[in-house]
């Protein structure tokens, strides 16, 4: 059964209710999809921190990522597909999911990877004139060089509010390719289409996310001392090599429990485009039949409706 119009908080509430009542489904085909991604990721860090930044090294461990991009954009095309069965009370089949997922495999990984990529970019466009403008400014010298970091972090919110908007309009990118029909047309341009008007409900979707993709970062980051500390006052040991390397200042541990967080956020992520298509059909469902029912011309009062004069004969 598909839910009504639902608020952003009510999208998320819902997708976190439909992975707790689904977890094989979401198992076997969002974070199946994604641990490739995931661990690669890690993996990268952790060679990075271990071998050094070497430029050739990074260019080949980023065309694997981007390889390893593929098998997440077939894991979220068979959740969002499994996610219509859902709201239409049919049977979910992973396996059949994934087969059909596959066949739409090009344009799954397009429409995936675009927004990501403006996502990077921007990233990277709005952290360049903020670091520009703090390295830059001068302590012995603070309120002349003041205006530098002001115009500095000035360029970069505007940089990240225009990618914003622009990956905002292209929420529904995965989701349409995941569902349409092959042959209609770019899933990039429909989502802009059909986002226009609720720009800031996703924009607003997208920041909860991000907010609660780093609380769950932050969590799995302090459970293993929180974990040791316990451990230590139950038993008497005391795990020093442990606390050494599972601390926040390890940048591998960092790389893997983001790894984790990246995983436990999946499904969520995936199952809130899926939803957020699906609460805008609904809002435009409703739309239409309000129009049309302004557009019938009033029924005079005492006037037979349509059909009673047929029956009065």
């Not at 309120?143 to 530098?148: D, P, R």
């Not at 974990?227 to 005391?238: K, P």
């Not at 956020?265 to 609460?279: N, Q």
Request: aromatic share 8%; charged share 15%.
């Amino acid at each position: 059964m598909r839910p009504g119009p639902l608020t952003v908080l009510g999208i998320v509430d819902h997708s976190i209710e439909l992975a707790r009542r689904h977890p094989r489904f979401v198992l076997t085909t969002i974070v199946a999809g994604s641990l490739p991604l995931a661990l690669g990721g890690a993996v990268a860090i952790h060679l990075i921190r271990t071998w050094g930044p070497d430029p050739v090294a990074i260019l080949a461990g980023a065309a694997i990522l981007a390889a390893l991009a593929v098998p997440r954009a077939i894991g979220w095309g068979a959740g969002l597909r499994g996610l219509q069965a859902i709201l239409d009370d049919e049977p979910v089949d992973p396996p059949a999911l994934l087969r059909q997922a596959l066949a739409r495999a090009p344009r799954l990984y397009a429409a995936q990877a675009w927004p990501f990529m403006w996502a990077l970019f921007g990233t990277l466009l709005a952290a360049g004139p903020v670091v520009i403008g703090i390295f830059a400014s001068n302590p012995q010298r603070f309120f002349a060089s003041m205006g530098l970091a002001l115009a500095g972090s000035t360029a970069g919110t505007l940089a990240a509010g225009f990618v914003g908007v622009y990956v905002a309009r292209r929420v529904l990118a995965v989701p349409i390719a995941a569902t349409d029909p092959t042959g209609a047309g770019s899933p990039l341009r429909k989502s802009a289409e059909l986002v226009r008007g609720q720009t800031p409900r996703a924009m607003m979707l997208l920041t909860c996310l991000a907010l609660f993709q780093i609380l769950v970062w932050i969590t799995l980051v302090e459970l293993a001392p929180w974990g040791l500390e316990l451990a230590e006052m139950l038993t008497g040991f005391s795990f020093l090599e442990l606390r050494g390397v599972l601390t926040f200042r390890d940048p591998s541990y960092l790389a893997f429990q983001g790894a984790l967080a990246f995983l436990a956020m999946e499904p969520v992520r995936c199952l809130c485009a899926g939803l957020f298509h699906s609460d805008g059909e609904t809002r435009r469902g409703g739309a239409d039949l309000m129009a049309r029912l302004r557009r019938r011309a009033p029924v005079p009062a005492g006037a037979p409706r349509e059909g009673e004069a047929a029956w009065r004969g």
